[in-house]
């Protein structure tokens, strides 16, 4: 996976998370909603966005899972 998309700290927001993990966005609300992915905080009443580290720890417990 690229995390050359993500930066060191701070929110990215869900266009940048579905070009690292190649899902729909209703696949992804699903996935928020049932727990599978990271809780998204809002930044403003029309911005969501997911905190970089938990993007990151996703991305690596999907690779960790993949390598079983």
Known sequence: ?????LPETGF???STILKLIPIG????WAG???GRFPKSV???RRITAW????IRNLISQEVTY???
């Open 1 to 5: 996976m690229n995390n050359n998309l």
């Open 12 to 14: 990215v927001r869900l």
């Open 25 to 28: 966005k209703s696949t992804w």
């Open 32 to 34: 928020v909603k049932s």
């Open 42 to 44: 809002k930044l403003s």
């Open 51 to 54: 905190r970089v580290e938990d």
């Open 66 to 68: 993949a390598q079983q």
